[in-house]
């Protein structure tokens, strides 16, 4: 199973972008899907994710302005980002949780839970 992240770009401040991750390879069922971000010398940063049951959780950093959602018929996720800043500016990456136990509360903004990643898509934020 590979997941494929596109949508990022360069954008102005209080701009919006549309990122999307899709999994391709054999069908699989996530028990939790989210997006994380890294900018240079910083470590990878959590920011939105949901669990199969739909419950979503976000990082205090982006809450209000960026969205997590999905279409299962495409085993698809996106995250909606609005009003950008420059220090939104960070390579974006979509993450997949395959093993069949769901991940608890305080589990879902934690790299380890997620065991699928993609390639991440560059996301520059700049006037």
């Known amino acids: 199973v590979q997941l494929q992240a596109c949508g990022g770009g360069s954008v102005l401040p209080g701009g919006s972008l549309r990122l999307s991750c899709a999994s391709s390879?054999?069908?699989?069922?996530?028990?939790?899907m989210g997006w994380f971000r890294q900018a240079p010398g910083k470590e990878r940063e959590f920011l939105a994710a949901?669990?199969?049951?739909?419950?979503?959780y976000y990082a205090d950093s982006v809450k209000g302005r960026f969205t997590i959602s999905r279409d299962r018929a495409k085993n698809t996720v996106y995250l909606r980002m609005n009003s950008l800043k420059p220090g939104d500016t960070a390579v974006y990456y979509c993450?997949?949780?395959?093993?069949?136990?769901?991940?608890?509360?305080?589990?879902?903004?934690?790299?380890?839970?997620?065991?699928?990643w993609g390639q991440g898509t560059q996301v520059t934020v700049s006037s």
């Open positions: 993450a997949a949780r395959s093993k069949v136990t769901y991940p608890i509360a305080s589990e879902m903004g934690q790299r380890g839970t997620y065991d699928l």
């Open positions: 390879g054999r069908t699989f069922s996530s028990t939790a």
């Open positions: 949901f669990r199969a049951s739909g419950s979503t």
